[in-house]
């Protein structure tokens, strides 16, 4: 027992760092469905348009990423945080002074590449820290608490600020996390950190399963991503109000802390695999039931279904590609692939909305998911066979 609270006890400075860089790295990604009405009615364009903007947003967020695989390794991850904030509070406020659609595009884009050079450095120091799953578990925990929060104030800054006064609220919310990066890891210092990233992929050790996972990650998540995009969409469709759509954002946080403290309390005591297969088949199967649901009533219980599944797998999935190499690279790039299907997965379900209706996105992100789950629990199982820590 008390080395258990020991445990907990030694990551959450660390913690505390990822979860504020992770709120600065995805909120922009993550307020994508709540602000989709809202900036068809400011700029007067169409679904597909938005649609356009949040790709080119997601690609962004994923080239950060990805090219931070490396640096992560060789520099201060202080450093590459507070710069990546800095970008992102610039590119968040020139977004609140914009009137055309196409601007708007480049802004968010800059927003994105800050947000993945404060998420890379931080993911890296997970990564390398004592216990990964936990970290990444007290982190998310963290993490969702605050964003949940900032999902209720949302809707009341729309109404009385508009888009441009959310973009500026997220701008000030960005800068005050700046002090507390110094609790991130230091950087391994390793000959290997000084190859490029395709040279990594091939040299690497656990490069096959490394890539398989990420392969798996990037299915899966384009079932998710469609799915979220559409989130406060579907919620409309069953009748619940803008406010008690908010309302029940902030609710559902309690389950995904939830997810998340279940995560941080079984750590890798049953390993990887199991937790992944629970986790993630659960989450698929909510996933897809809440895009037919039509009653308000089950389309909350989906939702909270959905993001207590999620917030529980997310410490397994970071911690299963932290497990082959520590000192961060696979979960960077990892991170990266993952969020890569952010770009196609909006532009896929617009495709299907546009073209069939709702309904449809249910058996796309079942058979996404089911594919994607199969190729990285695969890695999962190997990971425990092989007895990787992470």
Not at 229 to 239: A, F
Not at 269 to 274: C, M
Request: contains cysteine; hydrophobic residues 50%; glycine residues 12%.
């Amino acid at each position: 027992m008390h080395h258990q609270l020991a445990s907990f006890r030694s990551v959450i400075p660390g913690a505390l760092a990822v979860a504020a860089a992770y709120n600065v790295g995805l909120w922009g990604l993550y307020l994508q469905p709540q602000l989709l009405a809202p900036l068809m009615t400011k700029f007067g364009v169409s679904e597909t348009d938005i649609g356009v903007v949040y790709g080119a947003e997601n690609f962004a967020y994923f080239i950060a990423l990805l090219f931070t695989a490396i640096p992560v390794t060789q520099c201060s991850r202080t450093k590459m945080a507070i710069l990546g904030v800095v970008i992102a509070v610039a590119g968040s406020i020139a977004s609140a002074f914009t009137d055309n659609i196409g601007t708007l595009m480049v802004y968010r884009c800059i927003v994105s590449i800050g947000g993945g050079i404060v998420s890379g450095a931080a993911t890296a120091s997970g990564a390398a820290s004592k216990d990964p799953v936990r970290t990444f578990a007290l982190a998310g925990m963290l993490y969702l608490f605050v964003f949940s929060v900032g999902r209720k104030l949302v809707p009341v800054g729309l109404e009385n600020f508009g888009v441009s006064g959310v973009f500026l609220g997220v701008a000030i919310f960005c800068a005050m996390t700046i002090p507390i990066y110094g609790f991130l890891n230091p950087p391994i210092k390793a000959a290997s950190s000084r190859m490029h990233f395709w040279a990594l992929i091939s040299t690497a050790p656990y490069r096959l399963y490394a890539v398989l996972a990420m392969f798996g990650l990037f299915i899966y998540e384009l079932g998710q991503n469609a799915v979220f995009t559409y989130m406060d969409k579907l919620g409309e469709n069953t009748g619940l109000a803008g406010n008690d759509r908010g309302s029940l954002y902030l609710l559902s946080f309690s389950l995904e802390l939830l997810g998340g403290g279940l995560a941080a309390w079984l750590g890798s005591r049953y390993g990887k695999f199991k937790p992944l297969l629970f986790g993630l088949g659960l989450n698929i199967t909510s996933a897809a039931m809440f895009t037919v649901v039509q009653d308000p009533i089950y389309y909350i219980y989906m939702l909270f279904l959905w993001n207590f599944s999620y917030a529980f797998s997310m410490p397994y999935i970071t911690g299963t590609l932290s497990a082959l190499d520590k000192e961060g690279r696979w979960a960077v790039a990892g991170d990266a692939i993952w969020n890569f299907s952010s770009t196609p997965g909006p532009i896929i379900a617009t495709l299907i909305v546009t073209n069939f209706g709702y309904n449809p996105l249910a058996l796309w992100v079942f058979t996404s998911g089911a594919l994607g789950i199969t190729l990285f629990c695969y890695t999962g199982r190997k990971a425990d066979k092989l007895g990787l820590d992470g």
